[in-house]
């Protein structure tokens, strides 16, 4: 299977904890998003790199946040000090850029709940 | 930044049934794209259909169909002879041409009735 794989499918965690979730991409895909899901709500956009460059992030990506991408392949999302605010569906999607719509492909996300 | 509404939370249709899922987005941009994702449940999101807002015809993918009104700023998506496996939450999203971030609505569940 070639398409976006994340790691861990669930994760259960004690507020104050950290986590760390990874997302490995489709193999030629150049960009990499990270999502945050709540229910009932759309994807909300955390950030995006280009290869290994992080060029954009939101607001909602707090200090606590942060987000690699070391060799412009896999990609690690981890939260530190967790609250039970971030208690979501965390998305992964890649995609080629090379001009046009260039769609998303999603992975299955990471769901973490913060207890 | 930009907005886009799905004003329909639920929707229901009968089993091979057409129903029309209705979005609406908010730009002063003239070049941009136009997606519908399927989410089914427990599932990872896949891409339904696409329309690149400087094509003037509707995109069509097999039984799904949009109705893109630019002047309006409208992009439905119609689904044709529903199926079981339709069933799903549909989300509309919108990419500046120019911008790397999508924007997504907050969805819409379909439901089929056999």
């Known amino acids: 299977d070639t398409g976006v794989s994340q790691n861990p499918r669930h994760k259960i965690t004690k507020r104050g904890q950290n986590v760390t979730f990874r997302c490995d991409p489709i193999s030629e895909h150049n960009r990499l998003y990270w999502y945050r899901q709540t229910l009932g709500q759309g994807p909300e956009f955390l950030t995006y790199f280009q290869n290994e460059a992080q060029l954009e992030k939101s607001r909602l990506l707090s200090d606590r946040f942060s987000a690699e991408r070391p060799k412009g392949s896999f990609s690690t999302l981890e939260i530190q000090r967790t609250e039970q605010g971030d208690s979501a569906m965390y998305l992964c999607?890649?995609?080629?850029?090379?001009?046009?719509?260039?769609?998303?492909?999603f992975g299955p996300g990471t769901r973490l709940t913060v207890t | 930044a930009q907005t886009v509404t799905q004003s329909q939370p639920e929707m229901s249709v009968q089993e091979a049934e057409t129903v029309t899922l209705s979005c609406t987005y908010d730009t002063s941009e003239s070049d941009y794209y136009l997606f519908w994702y399927k989410q089914p449940p427990s599932r990872q999101m896949i891409l339904v259909i696409r329309?690149?807002?400087?094509?003037?015809q509707n995109a069509t993918e097999n039984r799904f169909s949009v109705n893109f009104q630019k002047a309006a700023k409208s992009f439905s998506l119609k689904i044709s002879d529903s199926q079981l496996g339709d069933a799903a939450m549909y989300f509309c999203a919108y990419r500046s041409g120019r911008g790397n971030q999508f924007y997504f609505g907050t969805g819409t569940s379909l439901t089929v009735i056999p």
């Open positions: 329309q690149e807002a400087y094509k003037q």
């Open positions: 999607a890649s995609s080629l850029v090379a001009g046009g719509p260039y769609e998303q492909y």
